[in-house]
């Protein structure tokens, strides 16, 4: 059975006969079905009848139909109107374009448009540099996606893929002070994607690759950085590597143990996976054992391989591993799951070396039930928002463009993406370390301004900045 969450939020405006007793008699009939009651509001009373509006947090949608079933069964009781708080909140789009000056006199309208925009034209003209300077360009970033690799949902198309990339748009703003905007292309083709930002990028200062299926996504990102002068960064990839990184540097104190020691098994070698290794492998980590569908991946498998699976089949596994994720979990200090639903059994941990550190990142759903794996487990993390420790790649992306778009970097380089990590894992200070406290809060603004302040360095030290 799954948590209530406000994701599954109801609002019923229900007709209620007005005697003594109809509402605790409603709120006994949701209650025998573990509906969470939020808010109730009288809309309106009359002599005979009462129209209120109750919220209710549930389960999911069938909960959801469960609830509403068993009110209409009441005597007295009809139900009016039923609102999804959530579809609520997306109706008509997330996010709007607003404007900076106000246009309320002739005066403003001439400066702002013609005739006093064409010697704004005629100045970058004259001097093309000064499109950071006196447009959009230096603090706007297109978030760019096919809609084929969406979440959980899979190769759902770029309309369905649309109010992702709106919430996206919304974390950019919230958390980086930057504009941001969805391009979500009606095409699937590498070189069509390529070209077709390649074409928009005048407009924007950086680029975010999201939601593009592997292996796709790393052909993708690696040609649109070698022909633009902007960074291109695929979240999904080095977002996640980050924070992973910045939680593992933590986890690993509580735990004491090194990164150079530790045998870390990644479950999932998609994107995700395949940029967590080598940022793992980076940072110091000797000892990685990467597991998809077909099992422990090592050098001279030949089943379900791509040219990123070779690379990793050739850069890790030192000890030559085969078998299934059973048998790469024995002695492994870090179980980190990029994969799917239920895809480790919570006794397995008990192969793992002492303290064992579960990050089962797997939305919305996670490879492991943390209260299944609790017992066994030292440290859990998850990407969910209803569990402690949340490992969310929106603790790194707006502070890393906010960094990156300050100094105008000509691309995001493994310097400034360490950096991110060490930043964000400094926030959580020593004596606040605990098992259940191993990254910050995504809802922390200094993580932003922390990070964005180290990765300006970061690029600045690397040579890719171009801003004096």
Aim: hydrophobic share 40%.
């Amino acid at each position: 059975m799954g948590q209530i969450s406000p994701n599954y939020s109801i609002t019923l405006r229900l007709e209620i006969q007005n005697k003594p007793g109809m509402l605790g008699k409603i709120t006994s009939a949701i209650g025998y079905l573990t509906g969470d009651i939020g808010a109730i509001d009288l809309v309106s009373a009359h002599p005979n009848r009462l129209i209120r509006d109750m919220t209710i947090h549930i389960r999911d949608s069938r909960h959801g139909d469960q609830i509403i079933e068993n009110l209409k069964t009441l005597e007295g009781v009809k139900v009016l109107n039923v609102s999804d708080q959530t579809f609520l909140l997306h109706l008509g789009g997330k996010i709007e374009v607003v404007c900076k000056s106000p246009l309320k006199t002739r005066d403003d309208l001439s400066r702002a448009y013609t005739p006093g925009v064409a010697r704004i034209c005629e100045a970058i003209v004259k001097n093309p540099e000064d499109v950071y300077r006196l447009t959009i360009k230096k603090n706007c970033v297109a978030i760019v996606t096919d809609g084929s690799a969406v979440l959980g949902l899979g190769n759902i198309g770029p309309r369905a893929a649309l109010p992702v990339m709106e919430g996206k748009a919304m974390l950019f703003k919230e958390f980086g002070g930057i504009n941001a905007f969805p391009i979500c292309l009606d095409t699937q083709d590498p070189g069509d994607i390529i070209r077709t930002v390649q074409i928009i990028s005048t407009v924007f200062g950086g680029i975010n690759l999201e939601d593009i299926s592997s292996p796709r996504c790393f052909e993708i990102e690696e040609r649109l950085q070698e022909s633009l002068d902007i960074p291109v960064f695929h979240d999904d990839q080095h977002g996640t590597a980050v924070v992973v990184l910045a939680a593992l540097l933590n986890a690993l104190k509580v735990v004491q143990k090194s990164l150079k020691e530790i045998k870390v098994v990644v479950n999932g070698t998609g994107a995700a996976g395949i940029a967590c290794s080598k940022m793992l492998l980076s940072a110091g980590v000797k000892n990685i054992i990467g597991c998809d569908r077909q099992g422990i991946i090592y050098s001279g498998r030949k089943e379900n391989m791509n040219p990123q699976k070779l690379w990793l089949a050739e850069q890790t596994n030192p000890d030559r591993l085969t078998g299934g994720l059973y048998d790469a979990l024995g002695g492994a200090d870090l179980f980190l799951g990029l994969s799917g639903p239920g895809t480790m059994k919570a006794e397995w941990i008990k192969r793992m070396a002492r303290d064992p550190i579960i990050f089962a990142l797997a939305n919305p759903v996670p490879e492991v039930n943390p209260e299944e794996a609790g017992p066994y487990a030292r440290i859990m993390a998850t990407g969910r928002s209803d569990y402690s420790n949340q490992i969310n790649n929106v603790l790194c992306f707006p502070g890393l463009f906010r960094g990156a778009l300050d100094c105008r970097a000509k691309k995001i380089t493994s310097e400034m993406k360490t950096a991110a990590a060490y930043a964000i894992a400094s926030i959580v200070q020593e004596d606040q370390l605990s098992e259940d406290y191993i990254i910050p809060s995504i809802f922390n603004k200094t993580v932003g301004e922390k990070v964005a302040d180290a990765v300006l360095k970061a690029a600045v030290a690397s040579g890719v900045s171009q801003r004096k």
